[in-house]
């Protein structure tokens, strides 16, 4: 099934909008988008050289009260920055008939990055974290189907260090969500 957002595109909230609107985590958001650095030239160059394309489109839904976006979200602005790349953010609790669309082991976890062509064609999808840091959620949601378990909350919360931790100190994420981003859009 091809999934089609042409009714999403131009609906959103620029970047700055949602800076501005952020209600909650907005220091922590901007500390995250300021520390930003390039890890290497070649990543920067790969971005700035997409300024050549007009044929992508990127929406990210999102919330401010998710830790996953106030970390990852400042990196992705960054690099769609670099790109040039036309970038709408889509509330999280205003879009659920988007967020369905692109559930995580079928819940609605965001951030989610989603490039689309100018027709609103999706083409890939990002998040909602990096890769190694989402396989501690599988392993989770694997060993702990039942979320009325009386212990469920208790292994949340453990497993929520074990993301924090996952992430590393500071921006040692950034490069590793710079690199998926690439290797995502190395594909369309």
């Not at 160059?45 to 401010?64: K, Y």
């Not at 981003?181 to 190395?186: A, N, V």
Request: with cysteine.
């Amino acid at each position: 099934m091809t999934v089609n957002l042409a009714d999403k595109l131009n609906t959103g909230l620029s970047p700055q909008q949602f800076i501005d609107g952020m209600q909650k985590n907005r220091e922590e958001f901007q500390s995250g988008y300021e520390a930003f650095s390039w890890e290497n030239d070649g990543d920067r160059e790969f971005f700035e050289n997409l300024r050549s394309r007009d044929d992508l489109r990127v929406l990210i839904l999102a919330a401010d009260w998710c830790g996953d976006v106030v970390r990852n979200v400042p990196v992705v602005f960054r690099a769609l920055e670099a790109a040039d790349i036309p970038t709408q953010v889509l509330i999280l609790e205003e879009n659920f008939d988007v967020m369905d669309q692109f559930l995580t082991m079928g819940g609605r976890s965001v951030p989610v990055v989603i490039f689309t062509d100018t027709d609103g064609n999706v083409l890939g999808k990002w998040g909602p974290r990096p890769a190694h840091v989402q396989q501690i959620m599988v392993r989770f949601k694997q060993q702990n189907p039942d979320r009325e378990a009386p212990d469920y909350q208790e292994k949340m919360a453990e497993c929520r260090k074990e993301l924090i931790a996952a992430y590393g100190e500071g921006t040692d994420h950034h490069a590793v969500v710079i690199k998926e981003l690439r290797e995502l859009i190395s594909g369309f």
